[in-house]
């Protein structure tokens, strides 16, 4: 009777049943905010199965594409994705309610599910096959739009990179000291890079070789150049940044 939101991630059918369905809440609490997250929606052919996060991620596309290049196995996100997505939306959806509530004194019933979370987030990959027909595989870190965006191997280890622009990618060669690859035909422009992309990374890795990531960082931190350490969680968890 007192409540603003009322939240239930069970499958379809399941709050009704036990007498908590949105009609019976509505009773007690007219502008009741009724929230129900499940594993396929309330609607569809799929309505009545349970869902856990490794199935819809499988169903959603991102096993397929998630792992090292070349890889045939298939290879889950390395967090639920999928259960933390959805949760996202259901909030997203109670507060536009709430905010509905505010203005008209409604209250409503919103849902989502793990499916619909997983596959929002396919953003480049359904792009592409929408646009083109082309089917996404395993890229390893590598952004499927850009290059140099990656993870790359270092005297000492591997450090990510993220050139997403011409004016990037020429502050980049300069904090590699090679103003020849700035204007390599196969590299200088977008497209050309990310085509030649194997090219590229073996180019950058030979240079990369003769520093650690520490160097490597300070130089490209000095041009303006987005990088980042690949950390443990141990380390991320002692990082400055995070402590502060």
């Known amino acids: 009777e007192t409540a603003d939101v009322f939240v239930e991630n069970y499958r379809v059918g399941a709050m009704a049943r036990n007498g908590l369905g949105y009609e019976d809440i509505r009773k007690v609490k007219p502008d009741i905010i009724y929230c129900s997250i499940s594993g396929f929606g309330q609607t569809g052919p799929y309505r009545d199965r ?65 499916l619909e979370s997983a596959l ?33 191997r270092t005297k000492d280890g591997f450090m990510v990179v993220g050139v997403n622009s011409q004016r990037l990618w020429a502050k980049f060669c300069k904090a590699l000291g090679d103003p020849e690859l700035e204007h390599d035909p196969l590299f200088s422009k977008k497209y050309p890079r990310v085509d030649n992309r194997d090219a590229l990374q073996q180019r950058l890795e030979g240079i990369l070789a003769h520093a650690t990531t520490e160097e490597w960082m300070q130089r490209l931190l000095a041009e303006g150049v987005p990088c980042g350490r690949m950390n443990t969680i141990a380390e991320a968890l002692r990082d400055p940044q995070v402590e502060a």
Do not use: C
Request: hydrophobic share 45%.
């Open 120 to 152: 929002a987030y396919t953003v480049w990959e359904t792009g592409k096959h929408l646009t083109t027909g082309e089917v996404a595989v395993p890229a390893g870190s590598r952004h499927r739009l850009a290059a140099p965006y990656e993870a790359l």
């Open 50 to 114: 349970g869902g856990f996060d490794l199935i819809t991620q499988a169903m959603s596309g991102i096993m397929s594409f998630t792992g090292a290049i070349g890889s045939k196995t298939p290879v889950a996100a390395g967090v639920p994705v999928s259960d933390l997505n959805a949760g996202l939306f259901g909030a997203l959806a109670i507060l536009a309610a709430l905010n509905h509530r505010s203005k008209t004194g409604e209250g409503q019933y919103v849902e989502t599910s793990l």
